[in-house]
């Protein structure tokens, strides 16, 4: 593994007592994010929509935003934005399983389910993330997968104090989206940067990984040594203790 990304301002996950992390997916466990513009772009066009019109519904997907906040900045009624909506899913269930992971994350995600609770917050469908991760035998790994609009405090500190058990300070949320680090802000989660899709200075507060190999190592630091040790009975899980980062 590669050296863990440098601890930045703002992070609280300092000792080793991580037991439960929440996941954006798309774009985070998911390679979905062109997919889903291209989805987005062709919904658009069936109805017509003005290509400013497409550009500021793009950018509010990158930004993260979903539900009502998805179509902010968009002028379109109610009815049509309900039309687009319907087109843009019908188009994305025919298309979903052929996207590809993060490269790492399967691995990464298997991992760290030995040691932490995991879970998945998403805008996304939940019936199509969890028909993705069984089919890639990976659906086993989560406790709990939400779907929910973003930005929601409520339902990240539903999900990390009462499905997952934990309490805020002992969860991280991993994202890679501005409507991700608000949530996590809101409800007052650490929060950690996958490949972040901001600016610059916003990525200073919190912790940032590039690549699933730098997050599976940062989060592997800040779990309990002999928790980590009492499950590695595993040859995987043995030559990762003996990497100089679980130190």
């Known amino acids: 593994?590669?050296?863990?990304?440098?601890?930045?301002?703002?992070?609280?996950?300092?000792?080793?007592?991580?037991?439960?992390?929440?996941?954006?997916?798309?774009?985070?466990?998911?390679?979905?994010?062109?997919?889903?513009?291209?989805?987005?772009?062709?919904?658009?066009?069936?109805?017509?929509?003005?290509?400013?019109?497409?550009?500021?519904l793009v950018g509010n997907l990158y930004k993260g935003r979903s539900g009502t906040q998805m179509f902010s900045g968009v002028e379109l009624s109610p009815r049509l934005r309900d039309a687009l909506r319907q087109r843009k899913d019908a188009l994305w269930r025919q298309r979903y399983r052929c996207v590809r992971m993060v490269r790492g994350a399967a691995f990464g995600v298997r991992l760290l389910s030995r040691f932490c609770r995991l879970a998945i917050a998403t805008s996304t469908q939940r019936s199509l993330v969890e028909d993705f991760l069984l089919q890639?035998?990976?659906?086993?790994?989560?406790?709990?997968?939400?779907?929910?609009?973003?930005?929601?405090?409520?339902?990240?500190?539903?999900?990390?104090?009462?499905s997952l058990g934990?309490?805020?300070?002992?969860?991280?949320?991993?994202?890679?989206?501005?409507?991700?680090?608000?949530?996590?802000?809101?409800a007052?989660?650490?929060?950690?940067?996958?490949?972040?899709?901001?600016?610059?200075?916003?990525?200073?507060?919190?912790?940032?990984?590039?690549?699933?190999?730098?997050?599976?190592?940062w989060l592997l630091c800040r779990i309990d040594t002999a928790r980590l040790?009492?499950?590695?009975s595993s040859v995987l899980c043995r030559c990762c203790l003996q990497t100089g980062h679980l130190r």
């Open 1 to 56: 593994m590669t050296t863990p990304p440098e601890i930045l301002r703002g992070d609280t996950v300092r000792k080793r007592n991580l037991y439960a992390i929440v996941f954006d997916y798309d774009g985070v466990i998911v390679e979905s994010m062109r997919p889903q513009e291209i989805v987005w772009r062709e919904a658009a066009g069936q109805i017509g929509l003005p290509e400013p019109q497409v550009e500021q």
């Open 166 to 186: 934990s309490a805020r300070e002992a969860s991280v949320m991993v994202g890679d989206t501005e409507a991700d680090q608000e949530m996590a802000a809101a």
């Open 229 to 232: 040790r009492k499950g590695s």
């Open 188 to 217: 007052r989660v650490p929060f950690v940067w996958f490949r972040p899709r901001c600016r610059e200075g916003t990525q200073r507060q919190c912790a940032t990984a590039r690549t699933w190999e730098e997050l599976t190592a």
């Open 136 to 162: 890639r035998k990976l659906l086993h790994c989560f406790d709990a997968i939400v779907q929910t609009s973003k930005p929601n405090k409520e339902v990240l500190l539903e999900l990390v104090q009462s």
